[in-house]
T-cell receptor, first 113, second 109 residues
Framework: DSGVTQTPKHLITATGQRVTLRCSPR?????VYWYQQSLDQGLQFLIQ???????AKGNILERFSAQQFPDLHSELNLSSLELGDSALYFC????????????FGEGSRLTVL | GQNIDQPTEMTATEGAIVQINCTYQ??????LFWYQQHAGEAPTFLSY????GLEEKGRFSSFLSRSKGYSYLLLKELQMKDSASYLC??????????FGKGTRLHILP
């Protein structure tokens, strides 16, 4: 158990819908990272937050947004969903930024039908 | 930008040694991670190299050459449970952690 909690574990929804994925980092970790992993693809970096502020942005679509709250949990919002958004979404946390070891949650598997 | 290359798949025999290579190009370098990921599971940390050289941790060792843009992960005394994907990840000068596509390692009995 990495100490990072992601909910929901599984989510099935339809095209055009909107979903919110939630992540609680390890106690004491200030940085939260979001990654997308599609079938047979590597982990694609989406976005990073550090202590409530956006720190780095990767290839995150405009239909996606994220935030980190004062209690350090983070949410990833995916809207106008398309079939291609079906993937495993991982949240990871680390003590600080610059990067230390990343601790990954179990992931949220999103299926868009 | 940055680019990370790893072999897509490798096969090795139980009890043997395997070396998984990772080459990279980046405009700035702050470190290199290796992670292990079993299918459908979360990646787990194996090693982190910042300086050149070999770091050994049990059956796993990781090597880095910054001048060559090259790293490898060495797995000794392979066990069936080592069948997994191995992900090389670069920390660039903006502290973004960028993952390669991973190497799927198959262990044969």
């Amino acid at each position: 158990d990495s100490g990072v909690t992601q909910t929901p574990k599984h989510l099935i929804t339809a095209t055009g819908q909107r979903v919110t994925l939630r992540c609680s980092p390890r106690s004491g970790d200030l940085s939260v990272y979001w990654y997308q992993q599609s079938l047979d693809q590597g982990l694609q970096f989406l976005i990073q937050y550090y202590n409530g502020e956006e720190r780095a942005k990767g290839n995150i679509l405009e239909r996606f947004s994220a935030q980190q709250f004062p209690d350090l949990h983070s949410e990833l919002n995916l809207s106008s969903l398309e079939l291609g958004d079906s993937a495993l979404y991982f949240c990871a946390s680390s003590v600080d930024s610059p990067a230390g070891e990343l601790f990954f949650g179990e992931g949220s598997r999103l299926t868009v039908l | 930008g940055q680019n990370i290359d790893q072999p897509t798949e490798m096969t090795a025999t139980e009890g043997a040694i395997v070396q998984i290579n990772c080459t990279y190009q980046t405009s700035g370098f702050n470190g290199l991670f290796w992670y292990q990921q079993h299918a459908g599971e979360a990646p787990t940390f194996l090693s982190y190299n910042v300086l050149d050289g070999l770091e050994e941790k049990g059956r796993f060792s990781s090597f880095l050459s910054r001048s060559k843009g090259y790293s490898y992960l060495l797995l000794k005394e392979l066990q069936m449970k080592d069948s997994a994907s191995y992900l090389c990840a670069l920390v660039n000068r903006d502290d973004k952690i960028i993952f390669g596509k991973g190497t799927r390692l198959h262990i044969l009995p």
